[in-house]
């Protein structure tokens, strides 16, 4: 009640040694509970289960200082993992750091960094992106030493279960620890731009649609504007083309996975009639395309290009992709002490700022005088000029 007030009704602790060591996990009940809680030797463990979602494992952390207590809290943590298997949440101060841009100088254990590394790679867990703050915690001298030893670590399964978290860094206030706020359902969604699917070549009518859609007013003879014109009416007419042409894939798998599960099901009532089974094994043909297609969407925008084909399942490359996303992800926009964190705010204060950047044109007061110069103008004009096939074939090596 002293520490977080009424509206935590639940909580489990571990005690704190002197000034460290100590940790509090509380929980509002009519949001979530937590069961099963156990207090380790540095963290405690239990079990989520939120009102609305899929229950999943939190362990929170405070590590120790020497060592071979250090050693001891990574082994201690593996056991635990092995007895709360599925979606898994490992969040706090774990008092080691992973690489050397973990600190900001070059005093490091790069033995201990190493068993942190294998701790992460053994239990098959995955850093969270920090927005806000490079390093989470420091000494306070004139001189100070910064590391980040505060860090959430995150299960493949949790982190599906999770696709808008978004993990940021508060303000340090009277602490030398850097508190982390971790947001489960974060509105990720920025305005759609226009993805350009490399599968659209491979499809019938291609060309004639990029044909049809490369077209621009002939009035404007501006040729930054009629490019930029071309390319977005061409970028409209392709998402348009895209969509009649293959539909939403999800959509489709959903669909043709019901229509064969009846199937399944009717054949076992009775013997299906010529058209049922042309048509499931129709339906069983097109899942697999719509998969394998699915996953050549998922590898394009994942950008890896490390793996070879049939390496990795699509989970892989959404979840690079949605790592990515979140890395990207600005949360808030400081201007004029003002902090901005509306979508549509950020837009204006990015907009504003590039426009005056980059100014508008004016006319010259002055320019140079180049037959005075002795310099002869050369024309051109012919730089406007669209290259035809026969000139770009007639220079190729």
Same mark, same amino acid.
């Given at each position: 009640?002293?520490?977080?007030?009424?509206?935590?009704?639940?909580?489990?602790?571990l005690?704190?040694?002197?000034?460290?060591?100590?940790?509090?996990v509380?929980?509002?009940?009519?949001l979530a509970?937590?069961?099963?809680h156990?207090?380790?030797?540095?963290?405690?463990t239990?079990y989520?289960?939120?009102?609305?979602g899929a229950?999943?494992?939190?362990?929170?952390v405070?590590?120790?200082q020497?060592d071979?207590e =250090?050693?001891?809290?990574?082994? !201690?943590?593996? %056991?635990?993992?092995q007895?709360?298997? &599925?979606?898994? $949440? /490992?969040?706090? @101060?774990f008092?080691?750091?992973?690489?050397?841009?973990?600190?900001?100088?070059?005093?490091?254990?790069r033995r201990?960094?190493?068993?942190?590394?294998?701790?992460v790679?053994?239990?098959?867990?995955?850093?969270?992106f920090?927005h806000g703050? =490079?390093?989470?915690?420091s000494? !306070?001298?004139? %001189?100070?030493?910064?590391?980040?030893? &505060?860090?959430? $670590? /995150?299960?493949? @399964?949790?982190?599906?279960?999770?696709?808008?978290?978004?993990?940021h860094?508060l303000?340090?206030a009277?602490?030398?620890?850097?508190?982390?706020h971790?947001?489960l359902?974060?509105?990720l969604?920025?305005?759609?731009?226009?993805?350009?699917?490399?599968?659209?070549?491979?499809? !019938?009518?291609?060309?004639?649609?990029?044909?049809?859609a490369?077209?621009?007013?002939?009035?404007i003879t501006d040729?930054?504007?009629?490019?930029?014109?071309?390319?977005?009416?061409?970028a409209?007419?392709?998402?348009a083309?895209?969509q009649?042409?293959?539909?939403?894939v999800?959509?489709?798998i959903?669909?043709?996975?019901?229509?064969?599960?009846?199937?399944?099901?009717?054949q !076992?009532?009775?013997?299906?009639?010529?058209?049922?089974?042309w048509?499931?094994?129709t339906l069983?043909?097109t899942?697999?395309?719509?998969?394998?297609?699915?996953r050549?969407i998922?590898?394009?925008?994942?950008?890896?290009?490390?793996?070879?084909?049939?390496?990795a399942?699509s989970?892989?490359?959404?979840l690079?992709?949605?790592?990515?996303?979140?890395k990207?992800?600005?949360?808030a926009?400081?201007h004029?002490?003002?902090?901005?964190t509306?979508?549509?705010?950020?837009e204006?204060?990015?907009?504003?700022?590039?426009?005056?950047?980059?100014?508008t044109?004016?006319?010259?007061?002055?320019?140079?005088d180049?037959?005075?110069l002795g310099?002869?103008?050369?024309n051109?004009?012919?730089?406007t000029v669209i290259?035809?096939?026969?000139?770009v074939?007639?220079?190729?090596?």
């Amino acid at each position: 009640m002293q520490c977080l007030g009424p509206a935590y009704d639940g909580f489990a602790y571990l005690p704190a040694i002197e000034t460290r060591g100590g940790i509090l996990v509380a929980w509002n009940s009519s949001l979530a509970r937590i069961s099963n809680h156990v207090p380790d030797t540095n963290f405690i463990t239990g079990y989520v289960t939120p009102i609305d979602g899929a229950p999943w494992w939190l362990t929170t952390v405070y590590g120790p200082q020497e060592d071979e207590e =250090k050693i001891a809290f990574l082994e !201690e943590l593996t %056991a635990r993992r092995q007895l709360c298997p &599925g979606p898994w $949440l /490992v969040i706090g @101060d774990f008092n080691m750091i992973m690489q050397a841009s973990d600190k900001s100088n070059t005093n490091l254990d790069r033995r201990m960094m190493h068993r942190f590394r294998q701790f992460v790679d053994g239990t098959g867990l995955k850093e969270l992106f920090l927005h806000g703050r =490079k390093f989470t915690w420091s000494n !306070e001298r004139e %001189a100070p030493t910064l590391t980040k030893i &505060g860090r959430a $670590l /995150v299960s493949v @399964d949790w982190e599906m279960e999770h696709p808008d978290c978004l993990l940021h860094a508060l303000s340090t206030a009277s602490s030398d620890h850097c508190p982390l706020h971790l947001a489960l359902h974060e509105h990720l969604h920025p305005h759609r731009r226009f993805r350009f699917e490399l599968f659209w070549t491979k499809l !019938e009518g291609f060309e004639d649609a990029v044909r049809e859609a490369w077209q621009c007013d002939p009035e404007i003879t501006d040729p930054f504007k009629r490019i930029d014109l071309l390319l977005r009416n061409t970028a409209r007419f392709l998402t348009a083309w895209g969509q009649k042409k293959t539909g939403n894939v999800k959509l489709l798998i959903a669909i043709a996975n019901w229509v064969i599960f009846q199937l399944d099901v009717t054949q !076992e009532r009775r013997r299906l009639s010529e058209g049922e089974r042309w048509l499931r094994r129709t339906l069983k043909l097109t899942t697999l395309g719509l998969a394998s297609l699915q996953r050549t969407i998922a590898r394009q925008r994942s950008r890896i290009r490390w793996l070879q084909d049939g390496d990795a399942s699509s989970k892989l490359f959404y979840l690079v992709a949605n790592g990515r996303k979140v890395k990207n992800f600005i949360p808030a926009i400081s201007h004029e002490g003002n902090l901005i964190t509306d979508q549509i705010g950020k837009e204006r204060i990015f907009y504003d700022s590039y426009k005056e950047l980059l100014g508008t044109t004016t006319a010259r007061e002055h320019t140079l005088d180049l037959e005075f110069l002795g310099i002869t103008p050369s024309n051109l004009e012919d730089q406007t000029v669209i290259f035809i096939e026969e000139e770009v074939v007639g220079n190729m090596p």
